[in-house]
T-cell receptor
Framework: SQQGEEDPQALSIQEGENATMNCSYK?????LQWYRQNSGRGLVHLIL?????REKHSGRLRVTLDTSKKSSSLLITASRAADTASYFCAGGNYGQNFVFGPGTRLSVLP | DAGVTQSPTHLIKTRGQQVTLRCSPK?????VSWYQQALGQGPQFIFQ???????QRGNFPDRFSGHQFPNYSSELNVNALLLGDSALYLC??????????????FGPGTRLTVT
């Protein structure tokens, strides 16, 4: 079973708009991480949120975590064409591996 | 500060052959995890090495094996290659098990094609 399940599977927006992606997970975690992947290359770590945090910001990124609903969201504000990529969430526990969902493919149109 | 490096970048093998992929972790990291990513899918966890021992393993057959060296670098070996082994193989490093720092940093991956 997958620990992370992103929604939607694909998202297409205009440059300057905000993009919101959601992630659901099944078991308890003590942290959740979001990654970006460009064209089948390596994953770039975006942000980590711990289970005792509800919201975290990093530049144009805002991540929320609702442990009661076992869900997280990633908001990218003022999107740019360079944000076009696949976005993955992965939940984990101490010393445990991360389980990734299938990802959200974001297309930002100029 | 060197990030995670992997070699080779691309590899083409024939069914039944064996392959070895290599990974050097980010400076200061001591734990290496390997993932397989099929086209259009999320990464799937293969196994994790810490202190030169396999600590965790995902749902992969014994054809997949690994090793970690004293300098924390790691190898992934796949025997008796199948067409279904064609994928992007990602290495990720992190710092320690049971520590409060568990951010994983990924390498660029090795694209394996089995024909």
């Amino acid at each position: 079973s997958q620990q992370g399940e992103e929604d939607p599977q694909a998202l297409s927006i205009q440059e300057g708009e905000n993009a919101t992606m959601n992630c659901s997970y099944k078991t308890s975690i003590n942290n959740l991480q979001w990654y970006r992947q460009n064209s089948g290359r390596g994953l770039v770590h975006l942000i980590l949120i711990r289970s005792n945090e509800r919201e975290k910001h990093s530049g144009r990124l805002r991540v929320t975590l609702d442990t009661s609903k076992k869900s997280s969201s990633l908001l990218i504000t003022a999107s740019r064409a360079a944000d076009t990529a696949s976005y993955f969430c992965a939940g984990g526990n101490y010393g445990q591996n991360f389980v990734f969902g299938p990802g959200t493919r974001l297309s930002v149109l100029p | 500060d060197a990030g995670v490096t992997q070699s080779p970048t691309h590899l083409i093998k024939t069914r039944g052959q064996q392959v070895t992929l290599r990974c050097s972790p980010k400076s200061g990291h001591d734990t290496v995890s390997w993932y397989q990513q099929a086209l259009g899918q999320g990464p799937q966890f293969i196994f994790q090495y810490y202190e030169e021992e396999e600590r965790q393993r995902g749902n992969f057959p014994d054809r997949f094996s690994g090793h970690q060296f004293p300098n924390y670098s790691s190898e992934l070996n796949v025997n008796a290659l199948l067409l279904g082994d064609s994928a992007l193989y990602l290495c990720a490093s992190s710092l320690g098990q049971g520590t409060n720092s568990y951010e994983q940093y990924f390498g660029p991956g090795t694209r394996l094609t089995v024909t």
